[in-house]
């Protein structure tokens, strides 16, 4: 049963590769091309200074899927293989990761919405509101502070509204923070920061995600967004001087769910038995259950969700590898099961998270159209 642990077939899933080919992996990299830090087993090329661009929403198959879209972007995509996010791939677990150095099991955001422990409250760990002190969450220094301190340059360009935020703390904290409110403001920031004498500048990119969720990530409106942005980035490149190194990454890939493969947990009471707390997102949920009811509630979401998601314990997923090496302060966070979903199932809950049934494109779990994303890296020039 595809439902059942371990799973019978495991070909269309990619797990984490933490330690030299995740977005955990990232920044240490460019600190060790910048002799800050120790060499590292993701290599890349010595730079004065890199451009480190995240673009919301890009995964791997979906670049490859549309090379003739994004015409530079693709024209790098063959060069590298491409990085795994950690689990859930998600935004704000990815940019986590990115920004600390650390594995989901480590820094502790671990999903779009996360319970809180000794609660049954839910952190929306993008809106932040009403949520824990985000440095006693997160409490661990950022990969950006730690390269600042070994006497690099760094910046953070990022949306003006997102200075200050929850996230932002625990992911980019103890670095320079420029608010932008567009792309062109966007090229101008990142280009100052490059003036700096030994500059790591860190870039973010929302709106090709964003049109993933409206309209679907195949639909004409995502690939005139993608086609923009490749231009944008194109644009960049073309300013940069010749030795900084401009390096291209995504958060996620995106599934679209058509109305047929959307299971409701309100409108069925097996799946609703023994739930204290539902977290989590359509394609990955945490669910937590009752203290003594755990393999009850796991046997029944198997049953109902046979050959169309991974249902688990959250030990199973630990000894997968899942999260990566684990603080315990993390883990009553994760679910007591975890269900991620497969093919293009998602798991809904509209009394909870009424936002979801209206979005077409979705994320999180660990199929290779999500968790695969690129590493697009076009070097510094020679002098």
């Not at 600190?31 to 919301?56: F, H, K, N, T």
């Not at 401009?246 to 679209?256: F, R």
């Amino acid at each position: 049963m595809a439902g059942s642990w371990p799973p019978e077939d495991p070909a269309h899933i990619v797990l984490p590769r933490y330690g030299g080919g995740s977005l955990a992996d990232l920044l240490p990299a460019v600190g060790a091309s910048m002799e800050v830090g120790a060499a590292y087993p993701l290599a890349l090329p010595p730079a004065r200074g890199w451009v480190v661009l995240l673009i919301d929403g890009l995964g791997w198959h979906l670049l490859r899927e549309h090379r003739s879209t994004a015409a530079y972007l693709a024209s790098l995509a063959e060069a590298r293989s491409p990085l795994t996010t950690g689990l859930p791939s998600t935004t704000a677990t990815s940019l986590t990761s990115l920004g600390t150095g650390l594995e989901p099991g480590r820094h502790g955001v671990v999903g779009y919405t996360t319970r809180i422990p000794g609660t049954k409250r839910t952190l929306n760990a993008l809106s932040w509101r009403d949520g824990p002190d985000p440095r006693a969450w997160q409490p661990h220094d950022t990969a950006l502070a730690r390269l600042q301190a070994g006497g690099l340059d760094v910046t953070v360009v990022n949306k003006r509204d997102f200075a200050g935020s929850g996230l932002t703390v625990a992911s980019q904290r103890g670095v320079p923070f420029a608010g932008v409110d567009d792309p062109a403001e966007r090229l101008h920031q990142v280009l100052a920061a490059t003036r700096l004498a030994r500059p790591v500048v860190y870039a973010y990119e929302s709106a090709l995600d964003h049109t993933g969720h409206e309209r679907g990530c195949r639909s004409a409106c995502w690939k005139n967004r993608l086609a923009a942005i490749d231009a944008e980035i194109a644009l960049l490149r073309s300013e940069l001087s010749d030795d900084i190194g401009l390096l291209v990454t995504g958060d996620h890939g995106m599934v679209d769910v058509p109305a047929g493969d959307r299971v409701e947990v309100d409108d069925d009471p097996a799946l609703q038995a023994d739930v204290v707390v539902l977290a989590g997102e359509a394609r990955f949920r945490h669910v937590h259950t009752r203290a003594t009811r755990v393999e009850q509630v796991l046997s029944r979401w198997r049953d109902r969700l046979a050959g169309r998601a991974i249902v688990c314990t959250r030990d199973e997923a630990l000894e997968s590898g899942w999260f990566g090496p684990l603080d315990e302060r993390v883990r009553p966070r994760l679910g007591d099961v975890l269900v991620a979903s497969l093919g293009t199932t998602a798991v809904f809950s509209t009394s909870r998270f009424p936002v979801e049934h209206k979005m077409v494109g979705f994320h999180g779990s660990l199929t290779g159209a999500e968790t695969l994303v690129p590493l697009l890296v076009d070097l510094p020039r020679p002098g």
